[in-house]
């Protein structure tokens, strides 16, 4: 099975630069799509941004000429850049992958991500 652990969260003003790095470990050959999620107190847990093997990105409205998900070509890693930050990005952000053999949905333990105003 995959495992993810992620990295990169913390503490930053709003305007500014994090970015994110997801390493995955396992059956990564079974990964079929990467992507972030991010869970606000209070809210649904929503699909930030998600890329898959065939190469189709997709983005959450909010964040798109933003941020920018990319991974490693090997697929032991995804990345979220984020720039221009907003207090509303404020959340926990997991690393997620669905794959081709059970378990399908793999989550990371998710890195906080604070932006001050």
């Known amino acids: 099975q995959v495992q993810l652990v992620e990295s990169g969260g913390g503490l930053v003003q709003a305007g500014g630069s994090l970015r994110l790095s997801c390493a995955a470990s396992?059956?990564?050959?079974?990964?079929?799509?990467m992507g972030w999620y991010r869970q606000a107190p209070g809210k649904e847990r929503e699909l930030v941004a998600s890329i898959s093997r065939n190469g189709i990105i997709n983005y959450l409205d909010s964040v798109k000429g933003r941020f920018t998900i990319s991974r490693h070509y090997a697929w032991n890693a995804v990345y979220l850049q984020m720039n221009s930050l907003k207090p509303e990005d404020t959340a926990v952000y997991y690393c997620n992958c669905n794959a081709s053999v059970s378990p399908y949905n793999v989550w990371g333990q998710g890195t906080q991500v604070t932006v001050s105003s």
């Open positions: 396992g059956n990564i050959f079974s990964i079929r799509v």
